[in-house]
């Protein structure tokens, strides 16, 4: 699995685990729907600001987004 799907899949994880809807996430980050919704349908590749408000928002540390990346990548 490539490192930017194991990405979004984990920002899926976390909104799921706290109950938070796309559009919410979109709201909160200030992210237009249709930015978000390309990103987390992996059309388009996240910037390191949009990671960076998503994180902010879901309450981790941005580096929460690569942990494992290089053990499952290697």
Known sequence: MDEERQIVLKIRSLAKE???SQNYLADFTGLSRAHLSRVMNLKQ???????????????????????ELDEDCS
Request: charged share 30%; no cysteine.
């Open 18 to 20: 706290r109950g938070l």
């Open 45 to 67: 590749s996240p910037t390191i600001r949009t990671l960076k408000k998503l994180a902010e928002t879901l309450e981790v540390p941005l580096g929460r987004f690569f942990e």
